[in-house]
């Protein structure tokens, strides 16, 4: 199946700072979502991103499919921007059948 | 619209007890799953259903069973929960693959002593 590797696995932030993550994935995909799951354990749509540029407020992804990753950016980071983020893709093809496969996450800590 | 609605949120078993979890969603969507949350992990897919009437199963499908006799709701079964289905489990539902994102429901956090 789809690989889907995510870097830094945990990142420490000061408020204010910027950040990027990044998703690497191993095969063609029509779908990429970001998700962050915050502290209570919800997983919170980000962005629906399968090539291309979106933006939203302080964050901001990048999906380049031919090189097959995506990066996440988070700006000017609040201490609510604290919790997991996940990349989830599907598979390109007929049989996905729009099953997710998801990283493992970097886990993002903002301090005061 | 409530989107992805799970019943329960939390849930405490005995080894051996059977349980339902309920998925229901209000948006139309034809597609619908459920995963499961481990720590330190992401989620992985248990079984999937492409539409009323269908089930399949999906990357970790051991001990669970699934329906979907309405459009709007998928269960999940345990039959005979183990210690090892101690996990947060999430649906999520979307209209179709290829096109549009999935929607996930709030999680349901069962633990299995």
């Known amino acids: 199946g789809i690989q889907v590797e995510q870097s830094p696995p945990d990142l420490i932030l000061q408020e204010g700072a910027n950040s990027t993550l990044r998703c690497n994935f191993s095969?063609?995909?029509?779908?990429l979502q970001w998700f962050h799951q915050n502290p209570w354990g919800q997983l919170i749509n980000l962005f629906y991103?399968?090539?291309g540029t979106k933006q939203n407020g302080r964050l901001s992804a990048t999906t380049v499919a031919t090189e097959r990753y995506s990066l996440l950016y988070i700006s000017s980071s609040q201490t609510t921007d604290s919790g997991v983020y996940f990349c989830?893709?599907?598979?390109?093809?007929?049989?996905?059948?729009?099953?997710?496969?998801f990283g493992q996450g970097t886990i993002l800590t903002v301090h005061p | 619209n409530a989107g992805v609605t799970q019943t329960p949120k939390f849930r405490v078993l005995k080894t051996g007890q059977s349980m339902t979890l309920l998925c229901a969603q209000d948006?139309?969507?034809?597609?619908m799953y459920w995963y499961r949350q481990d720590p330190g992990m992401g989620l992985r897919l248990i079984h999937y259903?492409?539409?009323?009437?269908?089930?399949a199963k999906g990357e970790v499908p051991d001990g669970y069973n699934v329906s979907r006799l309405k459009k709007q709701n998928f269960l999940l079964g345990l039959e005979s929960a183990a210690p090892s289905q101690t996990s947060v489990y999430f649906c999520?539902?979307?209209?179709?693959?290829?096109?549009?994102?999935?929607?996930f429901g709030q999680g349901t956090r069962l633990t299995v002593v």
């Open positions: 095969d063609s995909v029509n779908n």
């Open positions: 989830a893709v599907e598979r390109a093809g007929g049989t996905s059948y729009g099953k997710l496969t």
């Open positions: 991103i399968p090539s």
């Open positions: 259903s492409v539409g009323e009437g269908t089930t």
């Open positions: 999520a539902s979307r209209i179709r693959p290829n096109a549009a994102e999935a929607f």
């Open positions: 948006m139309n969507h034809e597609y």
